[in-house]
């Protein structure tokens, strides 16, 4: 519902801008909805089957190929580590028959990931500032110690 946009300014200047999504904010300013309870495509990381479920539910009804990503937490934190894999397998392949494209993607685990999320009590202090942040190199791929492709 709230995050950090990261894009190109000119030809090489990466700059970030805070965001809150503007049908939440539709809900927070007309409803008086409770930020912390508007639920995000973020926060279905942490109910993975709920969002696999939705995607081939829609892909039941849709004649032409439409592929969706899912956003994971960050490779290593409670819900996305190595004890974590087989289960998070053994889901995605419950799905698999009825999905025609499926993108697994951790947060953090690229460089120059477009969208952060962030709390919308920060977001919204910070709106229309724009500003640049020194960005980490890490990739998730470096796990398999065969760098940025993952060898597959």
């Known amino acids: 519902m709230a995050y950090k946009r990261r894009y190109l300014k000119g030809q090489n200047r990466w700059v970030y801008q805070y965001v809150v ?6 809900l927070i300013d007309r409803y008086g909805v409770d ?26 009804y ?17 819900l996305n580590n190595d004890d974590t894999v087989e289960k998070f397998a053994s889901t995605l392949a419950k799905y698999a028959p009825r999905l025609r ?30 500003f640049e942040e020194a960005i980490e190199t890490h990739d998730i791929c470096d796990i398999s110690g065969t760098g940025g492709t993952c060898g597959v």
């Open 21 to 26: 999504d503007s049908a939440a904010q539709e």
């Open 101 to 130: 494209g499926f993108t697994c993607y951790p947060d953090g685990s690229r460089d120059g990931q477009p969208l952060t999320s962030v709390p919308y009590s920060e977001a919204v202090t910070k709106l229309g500032t724009e």
């Open 62 to 78: 849709v004649d032409q190929s439409i592929s969706s990503t899912i956003n994971l937490p960050s490779w290593g934190s409670k």
């Open 35 to 60: 930020p912390e309870g508007v639920e995000s495509a973020i926060d279905l990381a942490e109910d993975y089957e709920r969002r696999m479920a939705f995607q081939a539910d829609v892909q039941d």
